[in-house]
Structures are given as C-alpha cells and as structure tokens.
C-alpha cells in the first residue's frame, strides 16, 4: 500500500491494526512518512516521492499481488489536489507495462 502525503492529525492506530491484518507492507511518501512510520507495525519503505513508491511496490510485488493508492493524508505537499494525485499513479502504473 502507498500511504503519505499531508497528515490530517488524526490517528493511524485503526489503519495500522487493518495492515498488521492484512500482512501489508506500505511505500510512504511526503510529509506524513514519518508518522506513519511510527504507527505502523509491518513492514514499510520511505520511498519520499509516488514514483518512488510505484516502482518499489512494482519491483517488490509477487505476482497476484495488488499494488493500492490509499494515502491517508492530503496531496497537497506534492500535487496540487487528490485528482491530481491520481492521475500521476494512473500515469505511473500504465508506465510499467
């Protein structure tokens, strides 16, 4: 799962028992890295930057695996809004093939 971006001061504990769960593993981007790092308790990667993150998720992933956008924060430290956002991982992900 990629998560980050600009926090909204909530708590990550109900997202971070959902991973643990699940047997995630997450790619942080942007401002909020660090805080999601302190809350979660599976693996992660700070990757910084989606492009980061959509390459390390692509080269780690198993096949049937499935790679989600889900970034519990705010764009607005690196896109200019969440559509924005979007769009670039849709951008990214039809890069890969």
Do not use: W
Not at 45 to 67: F, I, K
């Amino acid at each position: 799962m990629i998560l980050g971006g600009l926090g909204k001061n909530e708590s990550y504990a109900e997202l971070a028992a959902d991973l643990r769960a699940k047997d995630a593993r997450a790619y942080l981007i942007g401002a909020a890295a660090d805080e999601l790092a302190a809350a979660l308790e599976i693996p992660y990667e700070r990757s910084g930057d989606l492009a980061t993150a959509v390459h390390s998720a692509a080269v780690n992933a198993q096949p049937g695996e499935v790679v989600l956008l889900s970034p519990a924060c705010a764009s607005y430290d690196q896109f200019e809004d969440f559509e924005a956002r979007g769009d670039e991982f849709r951008r990214l992900v039809e890069g890969l093939r």
